[in-house]
């Protein structure tokens, strides 16, 4: 029998009464298994095992997939479900570890990562009222998602000919070289993005805080959406 902290990311039917589960542990990291009689309407496992929960799953292997025997809910994350753009969040980040995770690769730091992330997006109540907290959090979620699996993008210096990147100069983010690149050297790659010094400021900030110091930084809502854009041709092009 093996007990894991999990957060839940996903499930699917099979066979007549059971449903297939994808979490992310701790122990181990992606884990596939499967519950019988999940389906059944009298089943006591489906609400502790609900995508977008954070739960404590006892789970039997033998041999081929496992099989979960029992289940206790540790975080339902209630706030992110009941809000349509936190729940579609969670799904973004379900997808992600679906498409780039194997099973058994255990990695604590991108699972305290994401379990804290949870944690503090839930516990923000003001997302539906223009508050851009939340976006910071999430935008930082990202980058910091990046840096823990060894793709932390160059900022410090031009990616390319290595110079200390100045400010009040024009910079761009080059996903191809890695990070930002100077005036001097963007035009040599293709598709870069204009980078402010600002949004260089808030990845510096973003990766030496923890994300209860980071939902506190004020910053403007355009530089998080032209960083936003900047994260998915990063993400794009890496994974």
């Given at each position: 029998?093996?007990?894991?902290?999990?957060?839940?990311?996903?499930?699917?039917?099979?066979?007549?009464?059971?449903?297939?589960?994808?979490?992310?542990?701790?122990?181990?990291?992606?884990?596939?298994?499967?519950?019988?009689?999940?389906?059944?309407?009298?089943?006591?496992?489906?609400g502790?095992?609900e995508?977008?929960?954070?739960?404590?799953?006892y789970?039997?292997?033998?041999?081929?997939?496992?099989?979960?025997?029992?289940?206790?809910?540790?975080?339902?994350?209630?706030?992110?479900?009941?809000?349509?753009?936190?729940?579609?969040e969670?799904?973004k980040?379900?997808?992600?570890?679906?498409?780039?995770?194997?099973?058994?690769e255990?990695?604590?730091r991108?699972?305290?990562?994401?379990?804290?992330?949870?944690?503090?997006?839930?516990?923000?109540?003001?997302?539906?009222?223009?508050?851009?907290?939340a976006?910071?959090l999430?935008?930082?979620?990202?980058?910091?998602?990046?840096d823990?699996?060894?793709?932390?993008?160059?900022?410090?210096?031009?990616?390319?000919?290595?110079?200390?990147?100045?400010?009040?100069?024009?910079?761009?983010?080059?996903?191809?070289?890695?990070?930002?690149?100077?005036?001097?050297?963007?035009?040599?790659?293709?598709?870069t993005?204009?980078?402010?010094?600002?949004q260089?400021?808030?990845?510096?900030v973003?990766?030496?805080?923890?994300?209860?110091?980071?939902?506190?930084?004020?910053?403007?809502?355009?530089?998080?959406?032209?960083?936003?854009k900047?994260?998915e041709?990063?993400?794009?092009y890496?994974?």
């Amino acid at each position: 029998m093996n007990k894991y902290v999990a957060i839940i990311l996903a499930s699917r039917d099979t066979n007549e009464f059971d449903r297939l589960y994808t979490m992310y542990t701790l122990e181990q990291g992606l884990v596939r298994a499967v519950a019988k009689g999940a389906r059944k309407p009298a089943a006591k496992l489906t609400g502790h095992l609900e995508p977008g929960t954070l739960s404590e799953v006892y789970v039997a292997r033998a041999r081929g997939m496992g099989q979960i025997t029992g289940a206790i809910t540790l975080d339902g994350f209630e706030n992110i479900k009941k809000d349509f753009a936190g729940l579609s969040e969670f799904l973004k980040i379900a997808k992600f570890f679906l498409k780039n995770f194997a099973e058994g690769e255990k990695d604590e730091r991108v699972f305290e990562l994401s379990k804290d992330f949870l944690g503090n997006l839930g516990n923000w109540e003001d997302r539906e009222n223009g508050d851009d907290k939340a976006k910071v959090l999430i935008e930082a979620f990202w980058w910091k998602l990046f840096d823990a699996l060894g793709a932390r993008p160059e900022v410090m210096k031009c990616a390319s000919c290595r110079k200390k990147l100045a400010e009040k100069t024009k910079k761009f983010f080059s996903a191809e070289k890695g990070g930002v690149v100077c005036a001097v050297c963007g035009p040599q790659f293709r598709e870069t993005i204009p980078v402010s010094d600002n949004q260089i400021k808030l990845l510096r900030v973003f990766w030496g805080n923890p994300l209860v110091k980071i939902a506190k930084v004020k910053t403007e809502k355009g530089e998080l959406e032209k960083l936003e854009k900047t994260r998915e041709s990063f993400e794009k092009y890496v994974f």
